[in-house]
């Protein structure tokens, strides 16, 4: 890979060299931390892609997004807290792969989950992934309404969390864009709505970032939300 790897946006590696740039580009990034650290971090990374090796978004593997994600806060976030990075790259695993983590045969199987990560990388990155966790939502109500009430009343309660979720937020709303067909429309819809949520809750003075970093986080929220504006605009005309 090239050297000037690390100055590419990376949805600019994302399409160009795909996730074997946007691997590369987490190689070089983590090296900079104490070698305890950066083997938790390929750690995370490696239990990560293990457990969704088989799951894609459209037409690109789960596994980038979760590199975009963590690169995001590592590099543009300016974050070198290893829990939080560590909750960055497992932050789907257990709403997507609970058994996976944990095994067949628990009566709670996100909590099960959440032990084994608590186990393998600490209670507070545990916790920190509990914190953006989904839980399971009444299909008879409304859904994505019952989603923004969660993400809300989750990241009152856990100022970090915020970070994990802007990042998340912003690469769903850059890559929404490049979705296409009925489901485009319907995950706008879902999503927009939350934009001033999460824009008041990032620059709480709580959220432990710098405040131009806030401001940075909060232009690309507005970005994120004209995408979703555009969108729905087209699919009703």
Not at 17 to 29: K, M, P, Q, S, W
Not at 57 to 66: D, G, K, T, Y
């Amino acid at each position: 890979m090239p050297s000037y790897l690390q100055t590419l946006p990376l949805h600019t590696i994302t399409e160009v060299y795909g996730e074997a740039g946007l691997r590369d580009r987490f190689a070089r990034e983590i090296l900079r931390f104490a070698e305890p650290d950066w083997r938790r971090l390929s750690a995370a990374l490696a239990l990560a892609s293990d457990l969704h090796r088989q799951d894609r978004r459209s037409r690109e593997p789960v596994v980038n997004h979760l590199l975009r994600v963590t690169l995001r806060v590592m590099c543009h976030y300016e974050v070198d807290d290893v829990d939080l990075l560590v909750a960055c790259l497992l932050h789907d695993s257990v709403e997507d792969h609970p058994a996976d983590l944990a095994g067949e045969g628990h009566d709670d199987p996100a909590e099960a989950a959440l032990d084994v990560l608590a186990e393998r990388f600490g209670p507070r990155a545990a916790g920190l992934v509990r914190a953006v966790t989904n839980p399971v939502y009444d299909r008879e109500g409304d859904v994505h309404a019952q989603y923004r009430a969660h993400v809300a009343a989750s990241l009152d309660r856990h100022p970090a969390a915020r970070i994990i979720k802007a990042s998340d937020f912003t690469d769903n709303g850059v890559g929404l864009i490049h979705t296409t067909g009925p489901k485009v429309r319907k995950l706008a819809r879902k999503y927009r709505p939350l934009v001033p949520e999460l824009k008041e809750l990032v620059n709480r003075p709580d959220t432990p970032l710098r405040d131009r970093i806030k401001r940075h986080i909060t232009g690309q929220l507005d970005r994120a939300d004209e995408r979703f504006t555009a969108i729905l605009q087209v699919h009703a005309a």
